[in-house]
């Protein structure tokens, strides 16, 4: 029985310590501390002509399907 005591009273609070340090490694490589506001309104950018292209590829698709084998 002390032993199953001794691993939970040291694995959970290192399972908490490793999800809280690997979140907070996450969350700050997601915005770099160097990224400024310019930086973020061209990414955003890029992302909505990323999504504007897209949006056409699919509408060509549908339109013209591309030949199939069957």
Aim: charged share 30%.
């Amino acid at each position: 029985m002390l032993p199953v005591v001794i691993f939970v009273a040291v694995g959970i609070p290192l399972l908490v310590i490793v999800f809280v340090v690997t979140r907070r490694s996450v969350d700050a490589g997601e915005h770099p501390a160097t990224e400024t506001d310019a930086d973020r309104r061209r990414i955003e950018q890029e992302f909505e002509e990323s999504e504007r292209y897209q949006a056409e590829w699919r509408k060509e698709q549908h339109e013209h399907p591309p030949d199939s084998l069957t």
